[in-house]
């Protein structure tokens, strides 16, 4: 009889620790952390040599929104989706539970400057702090082709770039 009463907690810790447990994996699986980082010093304090205008303020013909645009929708859209909420059509399909952050968020772009957003899309997120599927683009695009994106990144975003420290 004394045995039922050890090995009853026993059971019931089990029990308890199994759901919570497998909750955790349900919720790893949906993150879309938002892991902001220390930019290498080249990226500091860059300004977009395009445009010095808020890129949301921009006109939807601006020649540069409308290159970025298509450029967007050709590379980065299948993961962070045509309206950059992080919901593409590829953004559930990685190995690593990060997934394409929304870019409307105010915890996002709207906290970084033009600059340490052109060392991500350089340098993607294979290495540390981010270790994610986000590719690093830094031989794809021409400088110019690069700025073009980030105007319009913010532009479909619908927020402003953080004003430089
Ligand atoms: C294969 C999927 C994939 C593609 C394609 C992709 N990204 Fe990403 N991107 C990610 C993931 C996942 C993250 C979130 C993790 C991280 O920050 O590394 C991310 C993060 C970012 C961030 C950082 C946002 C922040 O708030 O810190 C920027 C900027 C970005 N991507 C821009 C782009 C641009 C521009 C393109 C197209 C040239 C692009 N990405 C293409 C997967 C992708």
Known sequence: MKKIFMILPLILFLIVFSNVSAAEKKAEKKVRKVIHSTPPLDYVGLENPLSG?????????????????RLYKATCANCHGERADGKGPEAE?????????????????????QGYVLWRIDEGGLDEPFYSAMPAWKDDFTETEKWQIILYLYKNAGVSPKAKK
């Open 53 to 69: 205008a808020d890129p949301k303020s921009l006109p939807d013909n601006d020649p540069n929104i409308l290159a970025g645009k």
């Open 93 to 113: 399909g990685f190995v690593t539970p990060i997934k394409p952050v929304d870019m409307t968020d105010p915890e996002a772009i709207a906290q970084l400057d």
